[in-house]
Nanobody
Framework: QVQLDESGGGLAQAGGSLRLSCVAS????????MGWFRQTAGKEREFVAA????????YYAGSVKGRFTISGDNAENTVYLQMNKLKPEDTAVYYC????????????????????WGEGTQVTVSS
């Protein structure tokens, strides 16, 4: 079992920055794939970013590439999402996700690949 606890959401102006944190407990962090997804009302939950077990590989949705950065701190069992140059369309509830099992040819951007989810943190970007 992996428990995930997100924090860092809030209100920002367009062009501003926020940093989300997700603390994982219950499993050795270094063996867990971590990701961030987001969801707005009436829409599917969409992929934002992910980081591999070792932290050497990162993956991003096209809409956030170059603006958001995912990183991990194995010692603190924490994954971060640094969000810069925020846009109103980044407004959503952001969810941290984790996967322990190995998946051959994983895409990292599919909800179905993740087994554990946090409760979400609201990010609102005003224009």
């Amino acid at each position: 079992q992996v428990q995930l606890d997100e924090s860092g959401g809030g209100l920002a102006q367009a062009g501003g920055s926020l940093r989300l944190s997700c603390v994982a407990s219950g499993r050795t962090f270094g063996r867990v794939v971590m990701g961030w997804f987001r969801q707005t009302a009436g829409k599917e939950r969409e992929f934002v970013a992910a980081i591999s077990r070792t932290g050497k590989n990162t993956y991003y949705a096209g809409s956030v590439k170059g603006r958001f950065t995912i990183s991990g701190d194995n010692a603190e069992n924490t994954v971060y999402l640094q969000m810069n140059k925020l846009k109103p369309e980044d407004t959503a509830v952001y969810y941290c996700a984790a996967r322990v099992r190995f998946i051959q040819s994983a895409t990292y951007n599919s909800k179905s690949e993740y087994d554990y989810w946090g409760e979400g943190t609201q990010v609102t970007v005003s224009s």
